[in-house]
C-alpha cells in the first residue's frame, strides 16, 4: 500500500461509482494500473464491498436504537447461537462484542417504537439473554461509513506525495 493506494480510497470512499477513467485521472494514473490497484485491494480485503447508502427516512427506518446486552452465558456455542440469531433479523445493522458491563452492542434501526417492541419480543423469544438496555437516538450529529486513511503503513519504496 503506498499513497496512491490511499488517494484512491479516499476517492472510492467518496464517490464509489467513480469511472475507472476518472479516477485514475484524479490520482494520476493511466486506467489499466488503477484498475489493477483496485483488483489487488478487493483481493486482499482491503476493499470489501461496494455499497449504496440509503436514507432511512425515506425507507422508514428513522428510529435507531443502541441495544445493550448482558449474558449469563460466555461459551463459544452461546456466542456462534448468538450471532446466528442476530443475523436473522435485518434490523440490525452492526453487532459488537464489547468489553466492560455491556456483553454486546447493536445498532438497530425501525420505523418506530412498537416496531423495536416486536423486534425484542422476536430476539429474546429465540435466544436467552441476562438483561437488555436499549437506548434511542435523538438526533444523528455525525454518521460517515468513510474510514480515516491517515493511519494506513505506507510503503515508502516509490511513494509520490499527496
Not at 94 to 118: Q, T
Request: include cysteine; charged fraction near 30%; aromatic fraction near 8%.
Amino acid at each position: 500500500m503506498d499513497r496512491l493506494d490511499r488517494k484512491i480510497l479516499r476517492l472510492l470512499q467518496e464517490d464509489s461509482t467513480l469511472a475507472v477513467a476518472d479516477l485514475a485521472k484524479k490520482v494520476g494514473l493511466s486506467t489499466t494500473p488503477c484498475w489493477r490497484r483496485i483488483q489487488k485491494m478487493e483481493e486482499e480485503g482491503v476493499i470489501r464491498g461496494r455499497v449504496a447508502l440509503l436514507d432511512p427516512a425515506k425507507i422508514n427506518t428513522k428510529v435507531t436504537v443502541f441495544v445493550s446486552i448482558r449474558t449469563n452465558a460466555h461459551s463459544i456455542e452461546w456466542l456462534r447461537r448468538f450471532s446466528e440469531v442476530v443475523g436473522e433479523f435485518p434490523e440490525v445493522v452492526e453487532l459488537y462484542r464489547m468489553s466492560g458491563d455491556v456483553d454486546y452492542l447493536l445498532r438497530v434501526v425501525v420505523p418506530d417504537i412498537a416496531a423495536y417492541d416486536a423486534f425484542y419480543k422476536r430476539l429474546i423469544a429465540k435466544i436467552e439473554i441476562r438483561d437488555v438496555s436499549s437506548a434511542f437516538a435523538m438526533e444523528q450529529i455525525k454518521y460517515t461509513t468513510q474510514m480515516p486513511l491517515d493511519y494506513m503503513i505506507l510503503e515508502q519504496a516509490k511513494s509520490q506525495e499527496d
